[in-house]
């Protein structure tokens, strides 16, 4: 894949945008369209009571995820900063699946980090459908020699549960997020505007280990609820 064919040229954009806007990136778990889900730490710190702190911040080579992960230590490539705003006190069950999808947000950027499209931590969060699709684009990413650099921003999370299964939707401003040669260190910069104002939407569903899974992941590029006001 060149890099003009990136949208946006960011990764978030690559790994959902490779469909169009509003289109499902994969299907539920019985094989059809997910129509409810279209449109789009310091090592060691408890999972309780910590997710009102937002910021990845640098920690040698490595990046330590931010209370939104649950205290889970992500590795996140060195350069690249993952921040995601706070959000109001919930129930204990919505912390639930606003962490566990924020995990699967930063594992995933740890895999193309580690250029390791089977690093076990993202398949943990996603349904097989999801991993396979997240895969693919890790696989693509390390083909190409990339890594991604910059800064995310992720806002706006909430969730509606109905008993195992819930909506997870987030915000993501990509606008300084983009791939990176790993053996030049040359940022592959391109324009960024609305595009890079991704709103994504998630169907999640808690396992037999009490992980909430994703069996659904969509995007919708320029979303209004994402752009600046």
């Keep these: 894949m060149r890099v003009s064919q990136l949208l946006a040229g960011v990764i978030l954009v690559a790994i959902i945008g490779v469909v169009a806007g509003g289109c499902s990136l994969v299907k539920d778990e019985r094989g059809r369209p997910d129509r409810g889900a279209t449109g789009g730490t310091a090592a060691g710190?408890?999972?309780?009571?910590?997710?009102?702190?937002?910021?990845?911040?640098?920690?040698?080579?490595?990046?330590?995820?931010?209370?939104a992960t649950g205290g889970l230590l992500i590795e996140l490539?060195?350069?690249?900063?993952?921040?995601?705003?706070?959000?109001?006190?919930?129930?204990?069950?919505?912390?639930?699946?606003?962490?566990?999808?924020?995990?699967?947000?930063?594992?995933?950027?740890?895999?193309?980090?580690?250029?390791?499209a089977d690093d076990p931590l993202y398949g943990r969060y996603a349904s097989p459908g999801v991993r396979a699709k997240l895969h693919e684009i890790i696989a693509m990413f390390r083909a190409n020699g990339w890594t991604v650099t910059g800064s995310v921003l992720v806002n706006k999370r909430a969730a509606k549960i109905t008993g195992d299964t819930a909506r997870v939707s987030w915000?993501?401003?990509?606008?300084?997020?983009?791939?990176?040669?790993?053996?030049?260190?040359?940022?592959?910069?391109?324009?960024?505007?609305?595009?890079?104002?991704?709103?994504?939407?998630?169907?999640?569903?808690?396992?037999?280990?009490?992980?909430?899974?994703?069996?659904?992941?969509?995007?919708?590029?320029?979303?209004?609820?994402?752009?600046?006001?």
Excluded at 95 to 115: C, H, K, M, N, P
Aim: net charge neutral; proline share 6%.
């Design 77 to 116: 490539p060195e350069g690249f900063t993952l921040t995601f705003e706070p959000v109001p006190r919930a129930s204990v069950e919505k912390e639930a699946v606003l962490t566990d999808s924020a995990v699967l947000f930063a594992a995933w950027y740890q895999a193309i980090g580690r250029g390791d």
């Design 171 to 229: 915000c993501a401003d990509v606008r300084e997020a983009f791939p990176m040669e790993t053996s030049s260190g040359h940022v592959l910069h391109s324009p960024t505007g609305d595009q890079s104002f991704l709103l994504y939407r998630a169907t999640m569903r808690r396992n037999g280990a009490g992980i909430w899974a994703a069996s659904s992941l969509t995007s919708q590029r320029a979303a209004a609820a994402c752009l600046p006001s």
């Design 45 to 67: 710190v408890s999972r309780e009571g910590v997710r009102d702190q937002a910021a990845v911040k640098p920690v040698g080579s490595a990046l330590s995820a931010s209370a």
